[in-house]
């Protein structure tokens, strides 16, 4: 019995610790997520990746086409900060964390098919394991942007920001506006 006691306790030991007596007590986290999941896509989620999307892009002005991307040590360097924030922002998503504060309305809340802070948290909460996969699949397509980075490669940091960009989207269309309104080609309305 002793000895179970003591396995429990070094287990427990990288997980919360034993009382002096050697009793198992409860995991303790050491982390506080103050922030709701809105607060993060604000403050972390869509700045970073706005800046990664930035980074490799393409502007057509009236002088004719203008193609971005990081040439110096110095611009990859800032595209790589936004990389790592980007993917441990995912990360924060990981953590249970409330969907909004108060009476905090989410963004697009007048669209029709906009789901409400209470029906996001529902769906969370119905399966718990499939958000954290979807924020597993931000974090490894923002690492991605991070391996393009420090291969000075810029095209392949283009393919991982589309691979940004589907993640957000799975992630949004399954919790934020699951009941989208398609926009429909002209071309395909009045036929059968
Ligand atoms: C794991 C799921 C998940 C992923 C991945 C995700 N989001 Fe979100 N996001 C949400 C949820 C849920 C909401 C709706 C609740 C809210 O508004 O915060 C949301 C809302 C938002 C909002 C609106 C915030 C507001 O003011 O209400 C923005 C902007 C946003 N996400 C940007 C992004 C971008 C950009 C990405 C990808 C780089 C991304 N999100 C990836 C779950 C996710």
């Not at 034993?18 to 995991?27: E, I, K, L, M, Q």
């Amino acid at each position: 019995m002793r000895n179970r006691i003591l396995a429990a306790c070094l287990l427990l030991a990288t997980l919360g610790g034993c009382a002096r007596d050697g009793a198992p007590t409860a995991a303790v986290s050491p982390f506080e997520p103050r922030a709701s999941i809105q607060e993060v896509m604000q403050s972390i989620v869509d700045p970073s990746a706005d800046a990664l999307w930035e980074a490799v892009s393409t502007d057509v002005g009236p002088n004719g086409t203008e193609e971005h991307q990081p040439r110096t040590d110095a611009e990859w360097l800032a595209v790589r900060r936004y990389a790592i924030a980007l993917a441990e922002g995912a990360n924060l998503l990981s953590q249970p964390r409330a969907v909004a504060h108060g009476a905090a309305t989410l963004e697009d809340a007048h669209v029709e098919g906009i789901n409400d802070a209470a029906q996001v948290r529902a769906a969370i909460d119905a399966d718990p394991a499939a958000f954290t996969a979807h924020a597993q699949a931000l974090h490894a397509a923002a690492r991605e942007a991070v391996n393009a980075i420090d291969a000075r490669d810029a095209r392949r940091l283009l393919d991982a920001g589309e691979r940004v960009d589907a993640a957000c989207e799975a992630c949004h269309t399954r919790y934020w506006y699951p009941h989208d309104v398609k926009p429909v080609w002209p071309a395909k309305l009045g036929k059968p």
